[in-house]
């Protein structure tokens, strides 16, 4: 029976044993694991505001005829450039000029009243009040005569400054009415604009003379620009506030109506600390908040931390808060650490290499 207790007792002894001996294990020191690390750095473009506009004329004229009447001919179309004072649209002048012969002929016959009259006060054969109204006669028919003559000066449009006719909006032989659209000038001495419908929440952030980046069709790479205007009151059907901005290379021939894309850097957004980092980085994601792990400097040791989320820009995803500038997070091999371990920093084409090398 002795024999056997002292069995028991030996097994129990090493059953005691074995636990020290894998609380020795566990506390054994692992070698530093290799990763790669990339600094967060700030997102220079993570205030912009993006949004699309069209290209523009900074003045663009609406031209049409002060009297109305048939449209006698053009002597340009769309597209053509012209010069100031160039006669683009006359009406035809049939009736104005039979107006006008009207009112000279009225001046003329208030006239000799006026000289008729004179005399026969002066020798007191008629009142004083007849040749007052005879001379009030006469000023009224040089005044209607000067508004005919006003009017028929305009049944003729000219050029007001040197430009293109960016559209003709009726043909010859057409009957329109005073002031109706007939063409319009773009007039190239004002520029090009950019003119952008912005938000209400955006349009606080912005101010005359921020930048812009304007990124046009055909033309690889963008151009910049600057806010030259901002609209004091908003659309009322669309709430939008029109920003205008002005080319910084005015020598860019595009045509009006050209579409671009915006992205307006407030000022007032110099100071975020918004950062970028790789999108490799990130551990796990849950809605707009994730971890990545942070390289402590000092010790070489990995801490996971929760981060929050901004926008994608490209093969980057924008933190807005968790990390500040150079903080290093293990852009590869995070996979195979865990909280606190200790990590090599390395390139990744060693990286790999060394992944291939345990793999076989």
């Known amino acids: 029976m002795r024999p056997f207790l002292s069995?028991?007792?030996a097994f129990a002894l090493a059953g005691l044993a074995t636990p020290g001996l894998a609380a020795e294990d566990a506390t054994k020191e692992q070698p530093a694991r290799p990763?790669?690390?990339?600094?967060?750095?700030?997102?220079?473009?993570?205030?912009?505001?993006?949004?699309?506009?069209?290209?523009?004329?900074?003045?663009?004229?609406?031209?049409?005829?002060?009297?109305?009447?048939?449209?006698?001919?053009?002597?340009?179309?769309?597209?053509?450039?012209?010069?100031?004072?160039?006669?683009?649209?006359?009406?035809?002048?049939?009736?104005?000029?039979?107006?006008?012969?009207?009112?000279?002929?009225?001046v003329e016959k208030a006239r000799r009243d006026v000289q008729r009259v004179a005399p026969l006060v002066g020798q007191g054969f008629a009142a004083q009040a007849r040749l007052d109204d005879a001379r009030t006669a006469l000023a009224m028919a040089e005044a209607n005569r000067d508004s005919v003559a006003f009017n028929r000066g305009l049944a003729e449009i000219k050029a007001p400054a040197d430009g293109v006719i960016l559209a003709r909006e009726v043909?010859?032989?057409q009957i329109v009415p005073a002031g109706l659209t007939v063409l319009t000038l773009g007039d190239i001495g004002s520029g090009r604009v950019v003119k952008v419908g912005i938000a209400d929440r955006d349009v606080v952030k912005i101010a005359l003379g921020d930048g812009a980046s304007v990124?046009?069709?055909?033309?690889?790479?963008?151009?910049?620009?600057?806010?030259?205007?901002?609209?004091?009151?908003?659309?009322?059907?669309?709430?939008?506030?029109?920003?205008?901005?002005?080319?910084?290379?005015?020598s860019l021939q595009l045509p009006s109506g050209l579409v671009a894309d915006v992205a307006i850097r407030p000022r007032s957004a110099a100071e975020s600390r918004v950062v970028m980092i790789p999108a490799s980085a990130i551990l796990e994601g849950f809605g707009a908040?994730?971890?990545?792990?942070?390289?402590?400097?000092?010790?070489?040791?990995?801490?996971?931390?929760?981060?929050?989320?901004?926008?994608?820009?490209?093969?980057?995803?924008?933190?807005?808060?968790?990390?500040?500038?150079?903080?290093?997070?293990?852009?590869?091999?995070?996979?195979?650490?865990?909280?606190?371990?200790?990590?090599?920093?390395?390139?990744?084409?060693?990286?790999?290499?060394?992944?291939?090398?345990?793999?076989?």
Do not use: C
Request: glycine share 10%; net charge negative; charged share 25%.
């Open 215 to 250: 990124r046009l069709p055909g033309i690889g790479a963008p151009t910049t620009a600057h806010v030259s205007r901002i609209a004091p009151k908003g659309d009322m059907r669309t709430g939008a506030f029109m920003v205008e901005l002005s080319l910084d290379d005015t």
């Open 35 to 106: 990763v790669a690390a990339t600094a967060a750095v700030l997102a220079l473009d993570a205030s912009d505001i993006r949004s699309s506009g069209l290209v523009a004329y900074k003045r663009e004229v609406v031209l049409s005829f002060k009297i109305g009447g048939i449209i006698q001919g053009f002597s340009v179309d769309v597209g053509d450039m012209v010069t100031q004072g160039q006669s683009l649209a006359i009406l035809d002048t049939s009736e104005i000029d039979a107006q006008w012969r009207e009112v000279v002929a009225n």
């Open 7 to 9: 069995l028991i007792a």
């Open 171 to 173: 043909e010859s032989g």
């Open 289 to 360: 908040e994730g971890s990545v792990f942070v390289i402590d400097p000092a010790t070489s040791r990995v801490a996971r931390r929760r981060v929050a989320f901004g926008p994608l820009s490209g093969e980057n995803v924008q933190i807005r808060d968790g990390l500040q500038p150079g903080e290093k997070v293990v852009s590869a091999g995070a996979g195979y650490l865990r909280d606190g371990d200790e990590v090599r920093v390395t390139d990744l084409v060693a990286l790999r290499d060394n992944a291939g090398k345990s793999a076989q």
